[in-house]
């Protein structure tokens, strides 16, 4: 249902109007330039990034066996991962196309630019202050972005969880893929890797992802509450800028970015609760490592709880009959998320887990296996958010007391008048 308009509407159309003739010289030069002049190209390597290996984080190298994972050799379209015994190396062939870091599901894969939290916030800022936001890549786009097109080198490089913490958090997401576009790319596992993670992550978020096939049918304007947080922005200022120049145009921006800050901090807040909930480490002293793509998903559901109960995981659970307490299933974990105490019982932490199944596969005695994850278990409270909450909640309730104090002694005054006035 569309938000209903009012005069403040009517002002931000006139004065978008007025702008838009006044600067479409300035308009049509500057979209060719960039800050220091020169002419802007657009080059696809821009948004490429080759992926450098934290060889500690990988299962294979912390179990000893290569049996227990293969998601990253098995995506990679030119065979550029190699992992020999303790290293895991990433070749010249690689085409920085990002899907071995969207699959790992220990952080194996990194970026300096593309981590799942620095992509969430770019699709975030932009879904925040466009009407719609288009998530896209190299070969799809060809030219240079504009403002709300996030251009990746691969739809592909955006994880499960990253997909389903955003689909979660905004419904004004689509890619744009022209038809058949996947078919002449030399990406070859990247259409099979997005089309998993998104199917998952739409059943988990209940939700469903847009797709936009024709650039022609793409929109480009700034939401209702972004145009108008300018404008009265520029209002209210317009005194000041006189002396200080200041950019009312800033006001949205500003506002967008106080909103990725404070879900940074709330980020940030979850995984202090969770370490004090649980412990920040694992009964072998081992430092348990949350990954990006988890913290983003469970500060998801910290957001809508309720979507707990379509999110489906599992998790290893043990049958203590058969365990021999030999601890391969604690040393595969390079996340640390499985503690073996002195009385050989084998418990996990279900927020650390990420569901790999690599400790199932390197127990030899079948002690393990994977089981249903009580997905309430990552819903971690908010204490800050709940004692807002229940400050605003006193406020309010307080507030109520005088005005009904109020009335009452407003009450009392009219009888008195009234009486005087029967006295009269």
Known sequence: MAEKRDFLDELIDLQSDWRSLKEMPNQMVGSLMDEEGERKVFNPADYKEKPFANSGRCLRVSSGRTDVCSRCLDVCPTHAITIHEKTVAVTEDCRKCGLCAAVCPTDTFSTRRHMPRQVYDQIARVASSYEQCYVTCTRALKRLPKGNEVVLACVGAVS????????????????????????RCRTTTGEQTYVD??????????????????ESEMTHEYTRAYKRSQFVSGAVTSVERLVTRTNPALAGAKAVAQKISDHSQRLNRLQKELENAVGSKSSNNHPRLLTQGRKLMMGALQHDEGLAEFVKLEVPVCDHSLCTMCGDCAKTCSLHAIDLDRDGQVSVQSAYCVSCGACVTACEDGALSMGPMDTSELVVPDKVAEEVARKKAAAKAKAGEYVEKGKKQLNRMADALEKLDDQG
Not at 160 to 183: E, K, M, Q, T
Not at 197 to 214: C, K, N, Q, R
């Open 160 to 183: 499960r969880d990253l997909w389903f913490s955003l689909l979660a958090d905004y419904d004004n997401i689509s890619v744009y893929l022209p038809v058949g576009i996947c078919d």
């Open 197 to 214: 993670a998104i199917a998952t992550a739409e059943e988990w978020a209940d939700a469903a992802l847009g797709l936009e096939v024709d």
